[in-house]
């Protein structure tokens, strides 16, 4: 068969595939062909077949590219794209009219733009949930593809007798026999079967579920809808009917993963995950939901992905049940309703529902009375104030002194903390007036209460929990049973909201881990510095109106005092150095700071035989400038001290030392420990060794503006 024949084979097959409905599909088909051609006339180009070619197909092309959504385009099929575009050569005007030229240059610049692919509108009576599925076309024989669709969920009460729920599915490519019926009927019953344990919904009330798969053109594969499905049933149902607590789902989530009978989460095909994991990193999700047996291959097709394409962080969350994916606050947002609002919220479910007597109604209505006088809350001042550690637990006291409420926790006791820093704070988290109390409990050994943030709603319920220290990013970190050192808790002030900051932290290699967390729980953020750590204050650093978070501390593989910048949200890796002779680095991830600048110890320091200088203050001097004051000794008020005084770049502008650091080298001069000082030059000796990392290694001051 010559190339000639091959070729028109080929272009048989894609007019074949054009009458395909989707335009999406319509581009990968072309964009195939012209791979494929590529690759035929590669050792003997036919000029004449190309051209002929493309004035046949690229009306197609821009035809589609008009309907599709571009960002449908995986990496690889950008890649397509683009040869293509390069195959139009210089004379891409003789072959195609100017106005479509533009239509595809739009689409083609479009596709590069990373960009979260939006929902598609939603009635108020409508959950939609995004899924990650694989699509499979075999008439247009396209290879297996990662596929991001959205699943709409409405719930409303059967009609009639019904004793048993009513499912309906609207998908072209479902049948009553395949495995998304089978998966949805399962998926509900598990949902119910929650429902029922968490909230106490009676089993018996029928409820008719209408699922519908966008876009409706989409070709489904597998069972990996359940969970998507199961998730889906519990938040249309709690907003139909009026649970104690208010869910729904977090922002840029997508789900995937079979659900069982009993509520277990089921594997799936592992080079289908590859696949949806694929299409969840290039359509930036923020979390990503799988049955928890497929982490370890999960995790590493992610390491692949940020090392090809860097930039974005897709956090993916396991779990073993449906239970855990709802209970997770990063996959769905739990709000516990305030009892005057969940009185409130029933009182007028009730108005609208004509068939509730009198009475219930009158009882109601009372209540919300009764909850709604200002003045009870405050004759009860059950307003958390302070924390007192005691014994193995904590007593939560009122302004006045008064216990309100005890908590215990896994271990022997509690240590007793520094009094200038706590690892607790009690907050209004909510704006509700009423505060929440945030603790990490300082365990005196190993325990599952240890290096774990709690957060209790004022009466003493606990709202979530969650993990300060992140696995297995650093050396020492994947070690079973560690027992990390709970720092502190910070509690940020932010337009969008409080955010939350934990530090904990652990030796052999000293380490600090630092975490971000919103109001309700969701993970943010988080950074490992080779050392310790301290919240210092939060400033708009880089200008883009939003707070940044100003951290100081010491780093061990620098042996130098650090001052550190990050995002209030969206921070992730660890601080330079990346070489170590004591510890493997090769598989930390650099971290996204902002700035991170060091501070050598001086020779003072040094000939004090003193372990390391501490960073012990820093405050902003004016709207541009920075004052941070570094000990250089042991005095507990850090009165021997170099200054810096930073601009608002973090740039050192000049270096004083307090009257005690001046005593005291002035001493070591004198005993012959040291050399002589010339106080000048000493200064800017000092200023020029700090120490900045640019992503391609350490430069000091000095070099900094020799390089400008």
């Known amino acids: 068969m010559t190339l000639l024949q091959t070729a028109e084979i080929e272009a048989n097959l894609l007019r074949r595939c054009l009458q395909t409905p989707t335009p999406e599909h319509r581009v990968l088909c072309i964009l195939r062909f012209f791979s494929q051609l590529r690759e035929l006339l590669a050792e003997s ?76 509108p939603a009635s108020k009576t409508e959950t939609l949930l995004a899924a990650l599925l694989v699509e499979e076309v075999p008439e247009l024989q396209l290879p297996p593809r990662g596929r991001l669709l959205w699943l709409s969920v409405r719930a409303s009460e059967a009609d009639g007798d019904e ?25 509900v019953s598990s949902a119910r079967a929650y429902l029922q344990r968490r909230y106490g919904l009676p089993p018996d009330k029928a409820y008719r579920l209408d699922f519908r798969i966008l876009p409706v053109t989409a070709h489904l594969t597998g069972n990996s809808l359940g969970i998507a499905c199961a998730v889906g049933t519990v938040i249309a149902i709690a907003r139909r009917e009026t649970l104690r607590d208010s869910l729904a789902l977090q922002p840029s989530v997508a789900f995937t993963g079979a659900v069982g009978a009993d509520g277990s989460l089921e594997p799936i095909d592992g080079e289908g995950l590859r696949l949806k994991i694929e299409r969840a990193y290039h359509n930036r999700l923020n979390y990503m939901a799988v049955p928890r047996a497929h982490l370890p291959e999960a995790y590493e097709a992610v390491r692949e992905l940020e090392k090809q394409r860097p930039g974005h962080t897709l956090n993916v969350v396991g779990a073993d049940t449906i239970d855990a994916i709802l209970d997770d606050r ?59 550690i005691k014994g193995k637990g904590i007593l939560v006291k009122n302004q006045h002194g008064r216990t309100l409420w005890v908590k215990e926790y896994a271990c022997d006791s509690l240590l007793s903390c520094d009094v200038s820093v706590y690892p607790w704070k009690v907050e209004d988290l909510d704006g509700d007036r009423r505060n929440e109390v945030l603790i990490v409990p300082p365990t005196n050994d190993p325990s599952p209460d240890n290096a774990k943030l709690h957060v209790y709603a004022p009466d003493g319920t606990l709202r979530f929990s969650r993990h300060c220290a992140i696995w297995d990013q650093y050396p020492g970190d994947n070690v079973p049973g560690i027992r990390y050192q709970a720092d502190a808790v910070h509690v940020v002030p ?49 200008g883009d109106g939003a707070e940044e978070l100003f951290f100081t501390g010491f780093n061990v593989r620098m042996s130098a005092s650090a001052l550190f910048v990050l995002k209030i949200a969206g921070s992730k890796g660890a601080s330079p150095p990346y070489h170590d002779p004591q510890y493997d680095l090769s598989r930390v991830i650099p971290g996204n700071q902002l700035r991170y600048m060091v501070f050598p110890k001086t020779d003072l320091c040094v000939a004090d035989t003193l372990p390391y200088n501490a960073p012990w203050t820093l405050r902003c001097e004016s709207d541009s400038t920075f004052r941070l004051d570094v000990a250089e000794g042991h005095d507990p008020k850090a009165v021997s001290a170099v200054i810096y005084y930073l601009n608002a770049s973090l740039r050192v502008d000049r270096v004083d030392i307090s009257d005690e650091f001046k005593l005291r080298r002035q001493q070591a001069g004198d005993e012959g420990r040291l050399p002589a000082v010339d106080w000048t030059k000493y200064l800017e000796h000092l200023r020029d060794t700090v120490t900045y990392w640019t992503g391609n290694g350490w430069v000091t001051e000095r070099h900094s503006q020799t390089s400008h």
Do not use: C
Request: proline content about 9%; overall charge neutral; charged content about 20%.
């Open 45 to 120: 180009p036919f000029p004449t077949l190309v051209e002929g070619y493309l004035r046949e197909f690229m009306p197609a092309l821009v035809d589609a590219t008009r309907r599709a959504d571009p960002h449908d385009l995986l990496p690889g099929e950008q890649e397509q794209l683009d040869a293509l575009w390069g195959l139009l050569g210089p004379d891409a005007g003789t072959l195609v009219a100017p106005d479509d030229l533009q239509v595809l240059a739009t689409y083609r610049d479009q596709a590069r733009s990373p960009e979260r692919q939006s929902p598609p």
């Open 163 to 187: 004793e048993k729920d009513i499912i309906h599915i609207f998908n072209p490519h479902s049948y009553d026999s395949g495995p998304l019926v089978q998966q949805a009927l399962v998926a």
């Open 330 to 388: 990063n996959l769905v947002n739990r709000r516990r309703r305030s009892a005057a609002g969940f009185a409130a919220t029933k009182t007028r479910t009730a108005l609208n529902k004509p068939k509730v007597g009198l009475p219930i109604l009158a009882t109601l209505l009372l209540i919300l009375a009764i909850i709604g006088r200002p003045r009870v809350a405050s004759l009860l001042d059950n307003n958390p104030a302070t924390v007192v």
């Open 494 to 542: 932010e337009a969008g909201g409080p955010v939350i900051v934990t530090l904990v932290s652990e030796n052999n290699p000293s380490r600090a881990h630092l975490r971000t967390w919103t109001a309700n729980g969701d993970s943010t953020g988080w950074y490992i510095n080779a050392g310790t750590s301290g919240f210092k204050l939060a400033r708009d650093f880089d």
